[in-house]
């Protein structure tokens, strides 16, 4: 057993390399974040702790992704689930922060022990607990046993990643977590999760049923849209994003799910180009979620609250936070030429490519799974709206929002450096794809040698005039020049300096921060056409002075989270149930527990001697 | 260079279409209407006169017509090929974007509803948009008039009535508060920041009626004739619908999307 643990303990292929980059990327920035947002927030000692606890959990991450072995794996993905627990309720003073990190750790493992059964079926098979041997094994195995393996893995992973109906610990865990480790934790450590899909599904088990990448494919798409539906009602700035971040997942999965589809049918170039799609979005939406969480970690230092509707008018107040927040919500929202676009764009194409290699009632699968793609997208860009319109614009709600500052620097070099990356991973999309390529590749075991990745050979591209064909900087140049134009053309007529005035207000005459629009107002039209969905229940309660004057007027809305409502909700009756009715087998009488021990002993050597 | 002459046939005719539109709509009224080349009139207005900003507004409020005209014309370079099509969600979402964050930032009550209203519609288009696109891309590659392209083009009929503010999913002409919608985000623009956004919304609009024109009729029919047809129905449904409350726009667009659906089912079976 001990040599079989030895061998091959870490792993450097291309896979692992490309996590560690993306697990430095954001770490580095975060850590730099967390220098001035720990500052003041708590005493030394616990900052310290907070130090600790963050390098401790880097590393693990970092060595769940170069673990050779499922051992070595499977510890620290143990260290790094307990270390973000420990990170989830460290805010102690919270009741709240003790509930999330309660939902979390008994979520986490319902994760882990699905993992552990998928890998004990592996290790039943392989005898061997290092990555090739059990790849190589792999081919043996019978399908069905193979069905059973991936449905525990897309389990136990989905756990981690939060595909739904699995996410729900997601929205409750991340934003309770101080904000640098919100940026770590849904910026990479669910990302591990995809990881553990790419390595142990396509990688070591390989795929070869059509029906997995299609059940990816739909609980991707289930992910995406319930994800942004529930991020467009949220109020709550870091719960928005956390709830985003299960959109996100969803499309990245859509990418994933895709290669596996292509694989299943034996098309490589689909394949390799699918995956490439997850993996540009994978790293781009590490880049802009933990930007994103520390400008919402800015807000929240700035004015001690995460809730949207006490904010408004930070814009003037932190100009620099709201350029950084503007450019990470652009990027989520896929608007050109930024780098969301550009891994959303791909994953777009894989769909449309793929549907001219398939016959049938797959084209329209593969069309249908587009639009929802779309549709998540026009919906994310209607959240982001909410999210930077709501927070940064207008006239501040409340003193809190008044009395902002802007934030230390440390903090803002952190936002900094991944609004820089944003920018180059959107205008470098030729290189990273070309370099995702050689990661896909050693990840489906598909040779790449002579498939080009050029732009006008194999991705679909726009075509401006003879040979001239659209790429990033291009486009960005392209929406450059022209606003010149128009600001040059809007300069030529005349420079008279625009008057400066009241909003329009219908001749009310004290337009005031009650007014504006709020961000329960904004989602409504969501709230209702999606409304078979939320459930949504409001109450509204008038107090009459007289039949013609009303006193006040009392609003209550809220949306019904249904899978925890009909899913969870009745699991956890049942458990309870069922541990009462289990509480009289244990009176209390140490005579009764000897027989208890006496009865298991004989069934055990029953069932030793039977088998 | 072709493309920079196609750029300004573009800002020039765009207005135009505009003006044919609602010269049909009062001629089916049986008035006499506004001038055809009244959109012109009111560019070079709007262009000679000083601006009102909001003291609320920020930056935002002042980049905004710069990006959405930016985006309006960037979407007319694109609308040869299909893959280009695709790219005109994209770049639709980044005018409407910026819009809509224009719209919130003066603090008006009506810049919030009309920036919630045009992302909820907005949100709705674009996946039955983005099936007929695929339904146009599983047929490319064939010229001929096939039920598939009809359907289609009739899909991307009724997202142009959405897109483009008309009834009867908003209305260009109102100014009541509760049913506006893009007039209630630009509603606190003037001057050179309107004429702007009014320019870039004629382009949308003219991108957007040259596509459906050329969906639906054959390639031997002239695009200026397809486009005046296009540009006839929709002011006669202009004419003949009321505008529907808010949440039946949903009932309208889902519409779009089954007939999206159809277009691609009748694409895969080749008709």
């Known amino acids: 057993m001990a040599n079989l643990l030895l061998k091959q303990l870490f792993l450097f292929d291309p896979l692992s390399i490309f996590f560690l980059i993306v697990i430095g990327i954001v770490s580095l920035p975060s850590a730099i974040y967390s220098i001035g947002y720990m500052r003041g927030e708590y005493k030394r000692g616990k900052c310290i702790l907070a130090a600790a606890l963050l390098i401790v959990f880097v590393f693990s991450m970092c060595m769940v992704v170069t673990a050779g072995n499922i051992f070595s794996f499977l510890v620290f993905w143990e260290i790094m689930s307990l270390v973000s627990y420990f990170l989830v309720i460290f805010d102690t003073k919270h009741v709240k922060s003790v509930q999330a990190g309660l939902i979390y750790i008994v979520m986490t493992h319902i994760g882990t022990a699905f993992l552990i059964g998928g890998f004990m079926i592996l290790y039943k098979h392989a005898n061997c607990l290092d990555f090739f041997t059990i790849k190589n094994i792999c081919q043996t195995i019978p399908f069905q046993t193979k069905n059973i393996i991936f ?183 896929a608007l050109p030429p930024l780098n969301g676009f550009i891994s959303e764009w791909l994953t777009l194409q894989a769909f449309f490519l793929g549907a001219l290699d398939v016959t049938g009632g797959t084209k329209l699968f593969l069309g249908l799974c587009a639009a929802m793609l779309a549709l998540t997208g026009g919906l994310a860009a209607a959240c982001f709206v909410k999210a930077f319109g709501i927070t940064f614009l207008a006239q501040p709600r409340s003193h809190y929002a008044k009395e902002a500052k802007e934030v230390s620097f440390s903090m803002k070099a952190g936002m900094f450096f991944l609004s820089a990356l944003v920018v180059i991973l959107a205008l470098n999309a030729l290189k990273i794809i070309k370099l995702l390529a050689k990661v896909a590749s050693v990840s489906t075991g598909i040779d790449i040698g002579n498939m080009s990745f050029s732009l006008n050979n194999f991705i679909l591209t726009p075509q401006i005039a003879n040979n001239v064909y659209l790429s990033a900087p ?101 458990v309870l149930k069922s541990a009462k009715a289990m509480r009289r087998m244990q009176p209390g009488s140490i005579h009764l527990y000897l027989g208890y021990i006496f009865i298991t002993l004989l069934l055990l050597i029953v069932f030793m001697r039977k088998f | ?43 070079a207005k709007l262009f000679s006169k000083a601006e009102v900003v909001s003291e609320h507004a920020s930056w935002i409020f002042g980049v905004t017509p710069f990006i959405v005209i930016s985006s309006a014309l960037t979407a007319a370079l694109f609308i040869n090929s299909i893959s280009g099509l695709l790219l005109l969600i994209f770049v639709f979402a980044l005018g409407r974007f910026f819009l809509a964050l224009a719209a919130l930032d003066a603090g008006s009550s009506f810049g919030g509803m009309g920036a919630s209203r045009e992302m909820f519609i907005s949100s709705l288009v674009e996946p039955a948009f983005c099936l007929v696109i695929f339904s146009l891309f599983l047929q490319s590659g064939s010229t001929n008039l096939t039920v598939a392209s009809i359907v289609s083009g009739i899909a991307l009929f009724l997202i142009t009535v959405a897109e483009t503010s008309r009834v009867p999913v908003d209305n260009q002409e109102t100014h009541l508060e509760l049913t506006m919608v893009h007039e209630a985000m630009v509603l606190e623009y003037s001057g050179r920041s309107l004429a702007l956004l009014e320019l870039a919304s004629y382009i949308k609009q003219m991108i957007l009626v040259i596509l459906v024109a050329r969906i639906i009729f054959p390639v031997t029919m002239p695009v200026f004739a397809g486009i005046i047809i296009v540009a006839a129905v929709v002011a006669l449904l202009e004419v003949s619908v009321a505008k529907m409350r808010l949440f039946r726009v949903a009932d309208f667009l889902g519409v779009a999307f089954v007939l999206g659906i159809i277009a691609v089912v009748c694409a895969i079976l080749g008709v």
């Open chain 2, 1 to 43: 260079m072709t493309i920079i002459l196609k750029i300004i046939l573009f800002i020039v005719l765009a207005p135009f279409l505009s003006g044919l539109i609602s010269k049909i709509k009062n001629n089916l009224r049986l008035r006499k209407g506004q001038s055809i080349f009244q959109p012109y009139y009111n560019l």
């Open chain 1, 474 to 574: 291009l486009l960005a140049a392209i929406l450059i020049i022209f606003a010149i134009v128009a600001y040059a053309v809007y300069m030529s007529f005349g420079r008279q300096k625009a008057v400066v005035y009241k909003t329009w207000d219908c001749g009310y005459y004290k337009l005031d921060a009650r007014n504006e629009y709020t961000s329960t107002a904004f989602s409504k039209p969501f709230r209702i056409a999606f409304s078979f969905f939320l459930q949504p229940y409001r109450k509204t309660q008038k107090i009459r002075e007289s039949f013609y004057h009303v006193k006040s007027f009392t609003y209550e809305t809220h949306t019904t989270q249904v899978f925890k409502k009909y899913i969870y909700d009745p699991v956890l009756a049942l």
């Open chain 1, 151 to 333: 449905l525990l893995l897309l389990v136990g992973f989905g756990t981690k990643a939060g595909i739904v109906p699995l996410h729900i610990w997601l929205p409750y865990a991340h934003p309770q977590a101080p904000s640098h480790i919100s940026s770590i934790m849904s910026g990479v450590m669910i990302k591990t999760a995809i990881y553990g899909l790419i390595r142990f599904v396509i990688f070591i088990l390989g795929v070869n049923q059509t029906w997995w990448g299609s059940l990816v494919l739909v609980l991707a798409t289930i992910t995406c849209l319930a994800g942004i539906i529930y991020a467009l009602m949220e109020r709550d700035l870091k719960r928005l994003l956390a709830y985003s971040s299960v959109e996100n997942i969803g499309i990245i999965l859509l990418g994933v799910g895709l290669s596996m589809f292509f694989i299943s049918i034996n098309k490589p170039y689909l394949a390799v180009f699918s995956l490439i799609a997850g993996l540009y979005h994978l790293i781009n939406h590490a880049v802009f979620k933990g930007l994103l969480f520390l400008c919402a970690g800015s807000v929240y230092k700035a004015t001690g609250t995460r809730d949207i509707e006490k904010l408004g008018g930070l814009i003037k107040k932190m100009p620099q936070t709201a350029a950084y927040f503007l450019l990470g919500a652009m990027a989520i929202s």
